[in-house]
């Protein structure tokens, strides 16, 4: 008695009837043995299903759609916004990884270390000077270009029902793009950074009943120091990413499911 | 060799506990029919919705359902994909031209000249240097009620909570400024304030008096914000009537 189930589905039994060449033979044995482990037949469905939305014929334009003569391509621009903050944000993220190599968040010694090691970074490292000039760019652009969206957004009304929810996520994305820009600020530890920081230390410590406790957790302390540091460093490149990103693909999630607002 | 010709315990998961399902087994609806509670709010008011969904499919007069936009696929994603590739080239020339400045090292010994945020912050570092308006109270003997400091972190907040407010103010199917100057009229005096806003931290550093420049810093978003209304009231007229023979006429607006 065998193990093996003779049935009709006996993919072996209906390989060896068809007169496969080698090549044909191949894939198929590959193909069901990776479906066998992976259930790929439930995708393909949905890949087909791309395919034919990719090479079936484009569906019209809204400018077709209402006959617009095409008439407000310079508008473009302002709709590419959204895509513009997420290409600055993977290219920032991109470039501040590999930053983060060579990067060590601490005020030890005469010259702090973090500025030495962005001194270190743009002198003596190949490719540093540019690699940090992208990083701080990309950021920058990343805020301009989100600024922008919103504006965009609000001119063309597109927040109105049912995108409300979208426009406050939006409203979070912006305030937390800011808090990325504000740590990465602080982060080579150089004047700016510290007195940047001192206002945010005086800004938490304003605040009655939570602002002690707030000025411990997000600065270390009530005056700045290393604990400050490593803080930023921290909510700079570990807890923002995951949480921005996280909050980008719902944003656009959202964008995917609702569509554009017209009209354009 | 079947398993159960020893008693041996098994341990592969298989068994007598998963049975195929026969006509006595509930249906995945009648489970549902069942639930109490939440669960079964949530199930009524989906089939409510499912059918409401189908009888307005079934309309005589009903095409498809209501538009709320356009697809994100194909021409919007594949536009801004075009339009982004190019952005990231300008991004990186952008780069190569302008390389960043790296400052002194931190010093807590000595406070420089000027303290200044990144720029995107400067409207926020400028309403925390709104201690002239923040109120007196006569009762408390004209202290203030609470700290300069206290005054210019509420303001941040007030402003980013009025930002997030705005869908559930400005409700209704107009989209473009023509069609409400009002909105429109408040949204450029927003970036003006912004703008204004960012000037208050080097008030002292303009040759004429700190409260001018104070002053104009709240005057000049309100004369925008006139401006652009009066502008769009008189554009209204013949926009709308372009408008509505181009698009409109289409898609009239609920
Ligand atoms: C990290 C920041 C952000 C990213 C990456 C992002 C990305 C996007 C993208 C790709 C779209 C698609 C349409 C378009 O590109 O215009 C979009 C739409 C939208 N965004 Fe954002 N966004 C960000 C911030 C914001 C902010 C600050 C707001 C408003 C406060 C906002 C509100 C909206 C709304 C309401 C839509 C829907 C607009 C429509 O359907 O026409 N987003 N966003």
Same mark, same amino acid.
């Given at each position: 008695?065998?193990?093996?189930?003779?049935?009709?589905?006996?993919?072996?039994?209906?390989?060896?009837?068809?007169?496969?060449?080698?090549?044909?033979?191949?894939?198929?044995?590959?193909?069901?043995?990776?479906?066998?482990?992976?259930?790929?037949?439930?995708?393909?469905?949905?890949?087909?299903?791309?395919?034919?939305?990719?090479?079936?014929?484009?569906?019209?334009?809204?400018?077709?759609?209402?006959?617009?003569?095409?008439?407000?391509?310079?508008?473009?621009?302002?709709?590419?916004?959204?895509?513009?903050?997420?290409?600055?944000?993977?290219?920032?993220?991109?470039?501040?990884?590999?930053?983060?190599?060579?990067?060590?968040?601490?005020?030890?010694?005469?010259?702090?270390?973090?500025?030495?090691?962005?001194?270190?970074?743009?002198?003596?490292?190949?490719?540093?000077?540019?690699?940090?000039?992208?990083?701080?760019?990309?950021?920058?652009?990343?805020?301009?270009?989100?600024?922008?969206?919103?504006?965009?957004?609000?001119?063309?009304?597109?927040?109105?029902?049912?995108?409300?929810?979208?426009?406050?996520?939006?409203?979070?994305?912006?305030?937390?793009?800011?808090?990325?820009?504000?740590?990465?600020?602080?982060?080579?530890?150089?004047?700016?950074?510290?007195?940047?920081?001192?206002?945010?230390?005086?800004?938490?410590?304003?605040?009655?009943?939570?602002?002690?406790?707030?000025?411990?957790?997000?600065?270390?302390?009530?005056?700045?120091?290393?604990?400050?540091?490593?803080?930023?460093?921290?909510?700079?490149?570990?807890?923002?990413?995951?949480?921005?990103?996280?909050?980008?693909?719902?944003?656009?999630?959202?964008?995917?499911?609702?569509?554009?607002?017209?009209?354009? | 060799?079947?398993?159960?010709?020893?008693?041996?315990?098994?341990?592969?998961?298989?068994?007598?506990?998963?049975?195929?399902?026969?006509?006595?087994?509930?249906?995945?609806?009648?489970?549902?029919?069942?639930?109490?509670?939440?669960?079964?709010?949530?199930?009524?008011?989906?089939?409510?919705?499912?059918?409401?969904?189908?009888?307005?499919?079934?309309?005589?007069?009903?095409?498809?359902?209501?538009?709320?936009?356009?697809?994100?696929?194909?021409?919007?994603?594949?536009?801004?994909?075009?339009?982004?590739?190019?952005?990231?080239?300008?991004?990186?020339?952008?780069?190569?031209?302008?390389?960043?400045?790296?400052?002194?090292?931190?010093?807590?010994?000595?406070?420089?000249?000027?303290?200044?945020?990144?720029?995107?912050?400067?409207?926020?570092?400028?309403?925390?240097?709104?201690?002239?308006?923040?109120?007196?109270?006569?009762?408390?003997?004209?202290?203030?009620?609470?700290?300069?400091?206290?005054?210019?972190?509420?303001?941040?907040?007030?402003?980013?909570?009025?930002?997030?407010?705005?869908?559930?103010?400005?409700?209704?199917?107009?989209?473009?400024? /023509?069609?409400?100057? @009002?909105?429109? $009229?408040?949204?450029?005096?927003? %970036?003006?304030? #912004?703008? *204004?806003?960012?000037? =208050?931290?080097?008030?002292?550093?303009?040759?004429?008096? /700190?409260?001018?420049? @104070?002053?104009? $810093?709240?005057?000049?978003?309100? %004369?925008?914000? #006139?401006? *652009?209304?009066?502008? =769009?009231?008189?554009?209204?007229?013949?926009?709308?009537?372009?408008?509505?023979?181009?698009?409109?006429?289409?898609?009239?607006?609920?």
């Amino acid at each position: 008695m065998s193990l093996e189930r003779k049935d009709e589905y006996d993919h072996g039994a209906w390989l060896a009837e068809k007169d496969l060449s080698i090549i044909e033979k191949t894939y198929l044995m590959t193909l069901i043995w990776l479906d066998k482990r992976l259930r790929i037949v439930d995708y393909l469905e949905l890949l087909e299903d791309m395919y034919y939305k990719i090479n079936l014929q484009m569906p019209k334009s809204h400018t077709e759609q209402y006959n617009l003569d095409n008439k407000f391509w310079y508008w473009y621009p302002l709709y590419a916004l959204g895509s513009f903050s997420v290409i600055a944000y993977i290219v920032a993220a991109v470039s501040g990884a590999l930053l983060g190599f060579y990067y060590a968040p601490s005020t030890a010694g005469e010259t702090p270390e973090a500025y030495e090691a962005i001194v270190a970074i743009m002198k003596d490292l190949n490719f540093g000077f540019m690699l940090r000039s992208i990083h701080r760019w990309s950021a920058q652009v990343m805020t301009a270009a989100v600024f922008l969206h919103m504006l965009r957004v609000y001119f063309t009304g597109a927040y109105k029902e049912p995108r409300e929810i979208n426009w406050i996520i939006g409203v979070i994305l912006l305030s937390l793009t800011m808090l990325f820009g504000y740590t990465g600020y602080l982060l080579p530890w150089n004047q700016l950074a510290f007195w940047a920081g001192q206002i945010g230390v005086e800004m938490s410590l304003a605040v009655p009943i939570v602002g002690e406790w707030t000025a411990q957790l997000l600065f270390g302390g009530f005056s700045l120091g290393q604990p400050t540091l490593i803080r930023m460093y921290i909510l700079h490149v570990f807890v923002l990413p995951f949480v921005v990103t996280a909050l980008i693909a719902l944003h656009i999630g959202i964008v995917w499911m609702q569509g554009i607002a017209e009209p354009h | 060799m079947s398993d159960s010709d020893t008693n041996e315990p098994r341990t592969d998961g298989s068994g007598p506990g998963i049975v195929a399902p026969d006509d006595e087994v509930p249906t995945w609806r009648e489970r549902k029919e069942r639930t109490t509670g939440l669960s079964r709010l949530t199930y009524e008011y989906f089939e409510r919705a499912r059918r409401e969904d189908q009888d307005l499919r079934q309309e005589s007069s009903y095409v498809e359902r209501d538009v709320l936009g356009f697809p994100a696929w194909p021409h919007e994603t594949i536009r801004n994909l075009a339009l982004a590739s190019f952005f990231t080239g300008m991004l990186l020339f952008l780069a190569a031209m302008l390389p960043p400045h790296l400052g002194d090292p931190a010093n807590p010994a000595e406070t420089p000249s000027v303290i200044l945020p990144d720029w995107y912050l400067y409207w926020s570092f400028g309403l925390l240097h709104l201690d002239p308006i923040n109120p007196e109270l006569a009762i408390v003997g004209g202290e203030k009620i609470m700290s300069d400091e206290l005054y210019g972190v509420l303001a941040n907040v007030v402003t980013v909570g009025a930002i997030a407010i705005v869908p559930f103010l400005n409700k209704g199917s107009a989209r473009r400024p /023509v069609e409400e100057p @009002f909105w429109a $009229a408040v949204g450029v005096g927003g %970036v003006v304030f #912004a703008f *204004t806003m960012s000037i =208050l931290p080097i008030q002292d550093m303009f040759p004429w008096a /700190v409260a001018i420049t @104070f002053d104009l $810093a709240f005057f000049l978003p309100l %004369v925008a914000a #006139a401006i *652009t209304y009066a502008v =769009l009231k008189t554009m209204r007229e013949g926009y709308m009537y372009d408008l509505n023979r181009r698009y409109y006429r289409l898609r009239p607006p609920k």
